[in-house]
């Protein structure tokens, strides 16, 4: 009975689109999705409108309310624009910051966007071709503007798009305004209600003038000159994976002082179908076998790749043996606080006012690292957006080194406000070469900050449950564990409970209950053991999983140990996995 109100729901829904002024090839569709004896497509299109979650807004595109398409884009846009009128009514001229990705539609949304915007009066600010997502951040502060999106699905297939909208000091939205702009946008009840005619006079076309000012701050970050001077000659390997990297990336580089980039020429064409890969995910290995195998071929010191939006990194480096291995995302931040600690003590930068940004599921020994050198560490939920306002919280007051969560992202400077490769890819040869003038390789150098801070490893486990069945499942696995927590996870006592829903802290060992110290809940659960490890829980908010997040602890008193400690990490996430039914 209840799977049949749905579909009546739903059905009703796709109507209001047949005779609302939708255009021909849409209702086209419609039609044909109505008169399939199947309903599973209809219902997933229409059984949901689209919402900002912690990667904005994000979906299949395709017909529907559920999917990403000229309307749920437009409207978005609409609501949007609604709000930032609201919000503004003393600024002379309210403007935006318009980028975009590789991905199919992401230039025609962009259009799109830039003429709802400016027949609602905005100044829009669009750039003339592809860029980066981190330079678009930095475009919204350099501007001044009140706001910016930027059309892209970050890492996702080559089906999906997405909206990722910011405010006006260059960061992700977060409550209220994102909550506020989803109000707005489930006001606009028709189609006529979005003003698509633009107004021309008030788009403004921006390109190199913001590109050259974007690499000469990125320029400024480097901290260790004379090490690139002694080694400009690395043999680095970059591929963009087909995305927005491919210009700015291996300028950035050279920038820097770096002479000897190579590329991938297959990866190197634009192309939202990301032909050479089945993911362009820079998380999945097979994403950087081409540029591994030209390392190989050339012999090269350093492979970098960068994800369609170019706020992602990955890395590969050899290991004593030779073998090219991947770095991964908690070990890439890792390195870059490390090094920009370190760094900043040698050269007197450290006055007692700066920090760091990790999120909760990162590893836990940047915490100790930041600890031990007297910088303070901020733990905050999963998502840039919470990164960036820390730093918005801090501005003028603290220092900030740097920022970075396990999922390949990182923002090693202030003037983006959202994970960065481009000035990471630059900032991680600099690394590199800083550790060839002492001696080292890359790989010795994580070695070497295991030895001095204890072994970490890490491994996500995603649990994937699609459609509306599937997240009715997960809301379930997730009630499950808030009621009946493990008492012990892998044979070690569970001592520590952190539930972000209500933001309480339990020690199991004392009974004692505290409150955690958030801007807002989070649908989290985190289980601290006594043997070190750590396991969150989260349902994804861009994808139809639930997340669990591994970490345990070991130790190294030399790099000869370190496969021992791998292995023994290895053996102990097995145990983990076990524990928790999987």
Known sequence: MEENSLLMEVIAKAQTWLVGNYNEETKAEIRRMLDSEDKTELIESFYRDLEFGTGGLRGIMGVGTNRINIYTVGAATQGLSNYLKA?????????????????????????????????????VYQFESLRPTPEASFAIRHLGCQSGIILTASHNPKEYNGYKAYWNDGGQMIAPHDENVITEVMKIKNVDEIKFTGNPALIEIIGEEIDKIYIENIKGITLSPESIQRNSDLKIVYTPIHGTGV??????????????????????????????????????????????????ATDADLVMASDPDADRLGVAVKNDKGEWVLVNGNQTALIFI?????????LGKVAGKEYVVKTIVTTEIIKQIAERNDVECFDVFTGFKWIANVMRENEGIKNYIGGGEESYGFLPEEFARDKDAVSSCALMAEVTAWAKDNGKTL??????????????????????????????????????????????????????????????????????VSDLEMPCTAN???????????????????????????????????????????????????????????
Request: glycine share 8%.
């Open 87 to 123: 919000q503004f009514p003393d600024v002379p001229q309210i403007s935006v910051v318009i980028g975009y990705d590789c991905r199919n539609n992401s230039n025609l949304f962009a259009d799109i966007s830039a003429n709802i915007f400016s027949a609602n009066g905005i100044k």
């Open 247 to 296: 210009a700015l990336i291996p300028r950035a580089l050279r920038a820097f002082g770096f002479t000897n980039i190579i590329n991938v020429p297959e990866q190197d064409v634009t192309s939202g179908d990301f032909p050479t890969v089945i993911s362009p995910n820079p998380e999945e290995s097979a994403a950087l076998d081409m540029a591994i195998k030209k390392a190989i």
């Open 338 to 346: 490390y090094y920009l600690i370190r760094r900043w003590k040698e």
């Open 443 to 512: 790989y010795e150098l994580l070695q070497d900050i295991y030895v001095e801070y204890g072994y970490g490893k890490e491994k996500g486990i995603s649990v994937v449950r699609k459609g509306k069945s599937g997240a009715e499942e997960i809301a379930q696995i997730m009630r499950d564990f808030s009621t009946n927590p493990p008492k012990e996870i892998a044979g070690s006592k569970v001592t520590i409970i952190k539930d972000y829903e209500t933001l309480k802290m339990t020690n199991t060992v004392t009974g004692e």
């Open 524 to 582: 989290v659960l985190q289980y601290f053991t006594e043997d070190g490890t750590k396991i969150s829980v989260r349902p994804s908010g861009t994808e139809p999983k639930i997340k669990f997040y591994v970490e345990v602890r070991g130790n190294m008193s030399s790099r000869a140990e370190y496969d021992a400690a791998d292995a023994a990490a290895d053996a102990k996430i097995e145990a983990v996995r076990v524990s928790l039914g999987g």
